[in-house]
T-cell receptor, first 115, second 116 residues
Framework: AQKVTQAQTEISVVEKEDVTLDCVYETRDTTYYLFWYKQPPSGELVFLIRRNSFDEQNEISGRYSWNFQKSTSSFNFTITASQVVDSAVYFC????????????FGAGTTVTVRA | NAGVTQTPKFRILKIGQSMTLQCTQDMNHNYMYWYRQDPGMGLKLIYYSVGAGITDKGEVPNGYNVSRSTTEDFPLRLELAAPSQTSVYFCASIGRTHRGSNQPQHFGDGTRLSIL
């Protein structure tokens, strides 16, 4: 069974502050994939980042960065210098070959960036 | 490229009515999925398909049916609409993955369905 937990329900910050979203996962697969999706108020799901379980290198892409640690089963996501347009619901998700790459989603974290 | 296309975008149904939510992808993807998202919640898997002619149940399949007669299309059918099926429905697809590839699931824009 796969499970994704996003303990933070809501986060509110002032513009230009950094925001870190926590994600903890459970899986029996040895190879698996982790994702972050953004859902703005308009409702569509926007893919942000994907990480393979065999690549623990952490990266930065523009204002986004992520911290993947297999030892603690965590895949945290940080928005640096937040902007009002970052206000959205952010979902962490997990998939793997043992379940036909079905995505298991966390409950989501609502981020509100105030001007 | 159109990607994943869902129709309709919005629909209001009366209790007991039936309807089909359409999903089409033009990326020749093997895997297709239907999720529902209830207000303030994450997405839950309804049904999925690993290829034409093959479908399987997800986490919340009751009240729904699917078919996959072609690679491109994966319609979701509600036979007897109930208020509990009021939700936003997302269709998604993914090609066969390989080690080191970087494919995310491609999502449609969603169908907002209200049962009154």
């Amino acid at each position: 069974a796969q499970k994704v937990t996003q303990a933070q329900t809501e986060i509110s910050v002032v513009e230009k502050e950094d925001v870190t979203l926590d994600c903890v996962y459970e899986t029996r697969d040895t190879t698996y994939y982790l994702f972050w999706y953004k859902q703005p108020p308009s409702g569509e799901l926007v893919f942000l980042i994907r990480r393979n379980s065999f690549d623990e290198q952490n990266e930065i892409s523009g204002r986004y960065s992520w911290n993947f640690q297999k030892s603690t089963s965590s895949f945290n996501f940080t928005i640096t210098a937040s902007q009002v347009v970052d206000s959205a619901v952010y979902f962490c998700a997990l998939s793997g070959p043992s379940n036909d790459y079905k995505l298991s989603f966390g409950a989501g974290t609502t981020v509100t960036v105030r001007a | 490229n159109a990607g994943v296309t869902q129709t309709p975008k919005f629909r209001i149904l009366k209790i007991g009515q039936s309807m089909t939510l359409q999903c089409t992808q033009d990326m020749n993807h093997n895997y297709m999925y239907w999720y529902r998202q209830d207000p303030g919640m994450g997405l839950k898997l309804i049904y999925y398909s690993v290829g034409a002619g093959i479908t399987d149940k997800g986490e919340v399949p009751n009240g729904y049916n699917v078919s996959r007669s072609t690679t491109e299309d994966f319609p979701l059918r509600l036979e007897l609409a109930a208020p509990s099926q009021t939700s936003v429905y997302f269709c998604a697809s993914i090609g066969r993955t390989h080690r080191g590839s970087n494919q995310p699931q491609h999502f449609g824009d969603g169908t907002r369905l209200s049962i009154l």
